[in-house]
Protein backbone atom coordinates (compact mmCIF):
# COMPACT_ATOMS: atom_id res chain seq x y z
CA UNK A 1 0.00 0.00 0.00
CA UNK A 2 1.32 3.46 -0.73
CA UNK A 3 1.44 5.59 2.19
CA UNK A 4 3.23 8.79 3.35
CA UNK A 5 6.69 8.68 6.04
CA UNK A 6 4.90 9.48 8.39
CA UNK A 7 2.58 6.68 8.38
CA UNK A 8 5.62 4.67 8.67
CA UNK A 9 8.22 6.63 10.40
CA UNK A 10 6.36 7.61 13.62
CA UNK A 11 5.89 3.54 14.43
CA UNK A 12 9.40 2.71 13.83
CA UNK A 13 10.75 5.56 16.56
CA UNK A 14 8.70 4.12 18.76
CA UNK A 15 9.05 0.59 18.37
CA UNK A 16 12.82 1.65 17.89
CA UNK A 17 13.76 -0.06 14.81
CA UNK A 18 14.67 1.58 11.93
CA UNK A 19 13.35 1.48 8.36
CA UNK A 20 15.17 0.84 5.41
CA UNK A 21 15.20 3.85 2.62
CA UNK A 22 16.56 2.86 -0.35
CA UNK A 23 17.59 4.59 -3.92
CA UNK A 24 15.69 3.01 -7.24
CA UNK A 25 17.13 4.24 -10.35
CA UNK A 26 15.16 1.23 -12.21
CA UNK A 27 12.64 -1.67 -12.10
CA UNK A 28 14.74 -3.97 -11.34
CA UNK A 29 15.89 -1.92 -8.23
CA UNK A 30 12.12 -0.86 -7.54
CA UNK A 31 11.29 -4.79 -7.31
CA UNK A 32 14.22 -5.84 -5.32
CA UNK A 33 13.53 -3.50 -2.51
CA UNK A 34 9.39 -3.95 -2.79
CA UNK A 35 9.80 -7.60 -3.57
CA UNK A 36 11.86 -8.05 -0.51
CA UNK A 37 9.78 -5.89 2.07
CA UNK A 38 6.78 -8.26 1.16
CA UNK A 39 8.47 -10.94 2.11
CA UNK A 40 9.60 -10.15 5.22
CA UNK A 41 7.02 -8.44 6.01
CA UNK A 42 8.58 -4.95 6.63
CA UNK A 43 7.74 -1.00 5.80
CA UNK A 44 9.90 0.18 3.45
CA UNK A 45 10.60 3.71 1.82
CA UNK A 46 11.66 3.98 -1.79
CA UNK A 47 13.64 7.16 -2.52
CA UNK A 48 14.44 8.91 -5.58
CA UNK A 49 17.52 11.31 -5.87
CA UNK A 50 17.04 14.63 -8.41
CA UNK A 51 19.07 12.55 -10.58
CA UNK A 52 16.71 9.45 -10.60
CA UNK A 53 14.09 12.22 -11.74
CA UNK A 54 16.11 12.97 -14.36
CA UNK A 55 17.14 9.93 -15.90
CA UNK A 56 13.58 8.02 -15.34
CA UNK A 57 11.06 10.51 -14.78
CA UNK A 58 7.59 9.86 -14.40
CA UNK A 59 8.18 6.34 -16.00
CA UNK A 60 10.33 5.29 -13.33
CA UNK A 61 7.88 7.09 -10.19
CA UNK A 62 4.70 5.08 -12.18
CA UNK A 63 7.02 1.85 -11.64
CA UNK A 64 7.26 2.88 -7.83
CA UNK A 65 3.79 4.03 -7.04
CA UNK A 66 2.08 1.03 -9.04
CA UNK A 67 4.19 -1.49 -7.46
CA UNK A 68 3.99 0.45 -3.84
CA UNK A 69 -0.74 0.32 -4.43
CA UNK A 70 -0.09 -3.34 -5.34
CA UNK A 71 2.02 -4.08 -1.88
CA UNK A 72 0.36 -5.64 0.67
CA UNK A 73 3.29 -3.70 3.48
CA UNK A 74 3.70 -0.28 3.73
CA UNK A 75 5.29 1.66 1.06
CA UNK A 76 6.09 5.54 0.51
CA UNK A 77 7.66 7.49 -2.55
CA UNK A 78 10.13 9.67 -0.87
CA UNK A 79 12.01 12.78 -3.24
CA UNK A 80 15.89 12.39 -1.98
CA UNK A 81 17.92 15.28 -1.02
CA UNK A 82 15.19 18.09 -3.10
CA UNK A 83 17.41 20.91 -3.81
CA UNK A 84 14.66 23.53 -3.86
CA UNK A 85 10.83 24.70 -3.18
CA UNK A 86 10.62 23.95 -6.76
CA UNK A 87 11.92 20.16 -6.99
CA UNK A 88 9.47 19.66 -3.67
CA UNK A 89 6.66 20.91 -5.99
CA UNK A 90 7.78 18.84 -8.60
CA UNK A 91 7.69 15.67 -6.48
CA UNK A 92 4.60 16.17 -5.12
CA UNK A 93 3.26 16.94 -8.53
CA UNK A 94 4.53 13.55 -10.04
CA UNK A 95 2.86 11.65 -7.01
CA UNK A 96 5.21 11.31 -4.13
CA UNK A 97 4.32 11.06 -0.38
CA UNK A 98 7.36 12.27 1.43
CA UNK A 99 9.95 15.30 0.65
CA UNK A 100 13.20 15.64 1.46
CA UNK A 101 14.10 19.72 0.92
CA UNK A 102 18.02 20.01 1.84
CA UNK A 103 18.81 23.58 2.22
CA UNK A 104 21.41 22.26 4.73
CA UNK A 105 24.09 24.16 2.97
CA UNK A 106 22.48 27.48 3.66
CA UNK A 107 23.00 29.30 7.35
CA UNK A 108 20.30 28.24 10.21
CA UNK A 109 17.77 31.38 9.18
CA UNK A 110 17.79 30.50 5.24
CA UNK A 111 17.70 26.50 6.16
CA UNK A 112 14.66 27.54 8.30
CA UNK A 113 13.02 29.93 5.87
CA UNK A 114 13.44 27.39 2.60
CA UNK A 115 12.00 24.25 4.83
CA UNK A 116 9.07 25.63 6.22
CA UNK A 117 8.21 26.55 3.00
CA UNK A 118 8.12 23.30 1.68
CA UNK A 119 6.66 21.96 4.73
CA UNK A 120 3.56 24.16 4.29
CA UNK A 121 3.15 23.05 0.55
CA UNK A 122 3.34 19.56 1.58
CA UNK A 123 1.62 19.35 4.46
CA UNK A 124 -1.29 21.05 2.63
CA UNK A 125 -1.43 17.92 0.53
CA UNK A 126 -0.95 15.70 2.84
CA UNK A 127 2.54 14.58 2.78
CA UNK A 128 5.33 14.21 5.05
CA UNK A 129 8.77 16.12 5.14
CA UNK A 130 12.23 15.45 5.55
CA UNK A 131 14.79 18.03 6.36
CA UNK A 132 18.73 18.40 7.03
CA UNK A 133 20.48 20.00 9.56
CA UNK A 134 24.67 19.67 9.52
CA UNK A 135 26.49 18.35 6.91
CA UNK A 136 27.71 14.93 5.53
CA UNK A 137 30.96 14.42 3.99
CA UNK A 138 31.25 12.40 0.71
CA UNK A 139 29.85 12.35 -2.78
CA UNK A 140 25.60 11.70 -4.30
CA UNK A 141 25.38 12.92 -7.18
CA UNK A 142 24.70 16.93 -7.31
CA UNK A 143 25.97 16.85 -3.46
CA UNK A 144 29.93 17.43 -2.93
CA UNK A 145 30.99 18.08 0.67
CA UNK A 146 34.69 18.32 1.47
CA UNK A 147 35.51 16.74 4.83
CA UNK A 148 36.62 20.39 6.14
CA UNK A 149 32.84 21.86 4.75
CA UNK A 150 31.31 18.64 7.34
CA UNK A 151 29.87 19.35 10.33
CA UNK A 152 27.65 17.79 13.38
CA UNK A 153 24.26 18.12 14.11
CA UNK A 154 23.88 20.82 17.29
CA UNK A 155 21.19 18.81 19.69
CA UNK A 156 20.26 22.86 20.87
CA UNK A 157 20.08 24.38 17.12
CA UNK A 158 18.15 20.94 16.06
CA UNK A 159 15.20 21.31 18.79
CA UNK A 160 14.74 24.74 17.51
CA UNK A 161 14.69 24.20 13.87
CA UNK A 162 12.34 21.66 14.04
CA UNK A 163 10.07 24.12 16.48
CA UNK A 164 10.71 26.96 13.46
CA UNK A 165 9.83 24.90 10.29
CA UNK A 166 7.56 21.66 11.55
CA UNK A 167 9.53 19.40 9.61
CA UNK A 168 7.97 15.36 9.91
CA UNK A 169 11.60 14.06 10.82
CA UNK A 170 15.00 14.88 10.58
CA UNK A 171 18.17 14.02 9.09
CA UNK A 172 20.89 14.75 11.37
CA UNK A 173 24.74 15.10 10.63
CA UNK A 174 26.28 12.11 12.46
CA UNK A 175 29.69 11.24 11.15
CA UNK A 176 28.46 9.24 8.37
CA UNK A 177 29.16 9.92 5.08
CA UNK A 178 27.94 9.43 1.44
CA UNK A 179 29.73 7.41 -1.08
CA UNK A 180 31.66 4.23 -0.29
CA UNK A 181 34.67 5.47 1.25
CA UNK A 182 33.18 6.45 4.37
CA UNK A 183 36.65 6.12 6.75
CA UNK A 184 39.12 3.42 7.71
CA UNK A 185 38.74 0.45 9.68
CA UNK A 186 35.07 1.09 11.65
CA UNK A 187 33.60 4.56 10.14
CA UNK A 188 32.44 6.33 13.14
CA UNK A 189 28.95 7.48 14.38
CA UNK A 190 28.67 9.80 17.04
CA UNK A 191 26.28 7.71 19.35
CA UNK A 192 26.19 9.96 22.10
CA UNK A 193 25.09 12.80 19.92
CA UNK A 194 21.94 10.71 18.58
CA UNK A 195 20.98 9.63 21.81
CA UNK A 196 21.12 13.52 23.19
CA UNK A 197 19.04 14.55 20.09
CA UNK A 198 16.41 11.72 20.52
CA UNK A 199 15.83 12.60 23.79
CA UNK A 200 15.22 16.12 23.06
CA UNK A 201 13.35 15.53 19.72
CA UNK A 202 10.17 12.57 19.63
CA UNK A 203 10.17 13.12 15.92
CA UNK A 204 11.76 10.53 13.89
CA UNK A 205 15.37 10.80 13.09
CA UNK A 206 17.29 9.86 9.83
CA UNK A 207 21.03 8.65 9.11
CA UNK A 208 22.07 9.38 5.40
CA UNK A 209 24.84 7.77 4.12
CA UNK A 210 24.31 4.64 5.94
CA UNK A 211 25.58 1.12 3.38
CA UNK A 212 27.47 -1.34 5.01
CA UNK A 213 29.40 -1.66 2.14
CA UNK A 214 29.74 -5.71 2.89
CA UNK A 215 32.96 -6.75 2.48
CA UNK A 216 31.92 -9.62 0.43
CA UNK A 217 30.20 -7.60 -1.94
CA UNK A 218 33.38 -5.66 -2.63
CA UNK A 219 35.16 -8.82 -2.97
CA UNK A 220 33.41 -10.18 -5.93
CA UNK A 221 33.10 -6.43 -7.43
CA UNK A 222 36.94 -6.85 -7.41
CA UNK A 223 36.87 -10.63 -8.48
CA UNK A 224 34.42 -9.80 -11.43
CA UNK A 225 37.05 -7.14 -12.82
CA UNK A 226 35.59 -4.10 -10.98
CA UNK A 227 38.23 -1.64 -9.51
CA UNK A 228 37.56 -0.19 -6.51
CA UNK A 229 39.51 1.15 -3.31
CA UNK A 230 39.44 0.44 0.45
CA UNK A 231 35.99 1.03 0.54
CA UNK A 232 34.12 0.92 4.38
CA UNK A 233 30.29 1.49 5.35
CA UNK A 234 28.61 1.61 8.68
CA UNK A 235 28.23 -1.28 10.92
CA UNK A 236 26.02 -3.01 11.63
CA UNK A 237 26.00 -2.89 15.56
CA UNK A 238 26.53 0.68 15.07
CA UNK A 239 22.79 0.84 13.10
CA UNK A 240 20.98 -1.56 15.63
CA UNK A 241 22.28 0.95 18.46
CA UNK A 242 21.68 4.29 16.76
CA UNK A 243 17.49 2.82 15.93
CA UNK A 244 17.50 2.34 19.51
CA UNK A 245 17.96 5.89 20.17
CA UNK A 246 15.93 7.48 17.72
CA UNK A 247 17.00 6.58 14.46
CA UNK A 248 14.22 5.58 12.09
CA UNK A 249 14.77 6.16 8.66
CA UNK A 250 18.09 4.65 7.24
CA UNK A 251 19.45 5.56 3.85
CA UNK A 252 20.93 3.08 1.77
CA UNK A 253 21.94 3.32 -2.04
CA UNK A 254 25.78 2.80 -2.20
CA UNK A 255 25.07 -0.66 -1.31
CA UNK A 256 22.86 -1.51 -3.86
CA UNK A 257 24.99 0.32 -6.86
CA UNK A 258 28.10 -2.15 -5.81
CA UNK A 259 25.35 -5.31 -5.49
CA UNK A 260 23.51 -4.52 -8.72
CA UNK A 261 27.34 -4.16 -10.44
CA UNK A 262 28.24 -7.44 -9.00
CA UNK A 263 25.21 -9.33 -10.14
CA UNK A 264 25.88 -8.02 -14.30
CA UNK A 265 29.66 -8.39 -13.73
CA UNK A 266 29.12 -11.83 -12.38
CA UNK A 267 26.66 -12.95 -15.38
CA UNK A 268 28.63 -11.71 -18.29
CA UNK A 269 31.89 -12.98 -16.84
CA UNK A 270 29.85 -16.35 -16.62
CA UNK A 271 28.84 -16.18 -20.31
CA UNK A 272 30.53 -14.07 -22.70
CA UNK A 273 27.95 -14.59 -25.40
CA UNK A 274 25.03 -13.68 -23.20
CA UNK A 275 23.06 -10.65 -24.81
CA UNK A 276 19.97 -11.41 -23.42
CA UNK A 277 18.99 -8.27 -20.63
CA UNK A 278 16.98 -10.51 -18.82
CA UNK A 279 19.58 -12.81 -17.96
CA UNK A 280 22.26 -10.28 -16.80
CA UNK A 281 19.47 -7.57 -15.05
CA UNK A 282 17.73 -10.33 -13.36
CA UNK A 283 20.77 -11.59 -11.15
CA UNK A 284 21.75 -8.30 -10.23
CA UNK A 285 18.20 -7.88 -8.89
CA UNK A 286 19.02 -11.16 -6.71
CA UNK A 287 22.14 -9.97 -4.93
CA UNK A 288 20.26 -6.43 -4.68
CA UNK A 289 17.54 -8.07 -3.11
CA UNK A 290 20.00 -10.24 -0.70
CA UNK A 291 21.48 -6.97 0.48
CA UNK A 292 18.28 -5.74 1.28
CA UNK A 293 17.14 -8.09 3.32
CA UNK A 294 20.46 -8.07 5.26
CA UNK A 295 19.79 -4.23 5.92
CA UNK A 296 16.22 -5.07 7.19
CA UNK A 297 17.06 -7.98 9.62
CA UNK A 298 19.63 -5.52 10.69
CA UNK A 299 17.08 -2.54 11.36
CA UNK A 300 14.65 -4.67 13.17
CA UNK A 301 11.97 -3.71 10.84
CA UNK A 302 11.23 -7.20 9.66
CA UNK A 303 7.43 -8.56 10.39
CA UNK A 304 6.90 -4.83 11.70
CA UNK A 305 4.70 -4.65 8.95
Known sequence: MLVTGNDILVPARAGKYGVGSFNTNNMEITQAIIHTAEKLRSPVMVQMSEGAIKYGGQDLANIVIDLAKRATVPVALHLDHGSSYASALNAIKMGFTSIMIDASHHNFEENVHETRRVVEAAHAMGISVEAELGRLGGIEEHIVVDEKDAFLTDPDEAVQFVEQTGTD?????????????????????????????????????????????????????????????????????????????????????????????????????????????????????????????????????????
Do not use: W
Open 169 to 305: YLAIAIGTSHGAFKGKGRPYIDQARITKIGEMLSIPLVAHGSSGVPQEIVERFRKAGGEIGEAAGIADDDLREACQHGIAKVNVDTDLRLASTVGIREALAANAKEFDPRKIFGPARDVMAQVIEHKMRVLGSVGKA
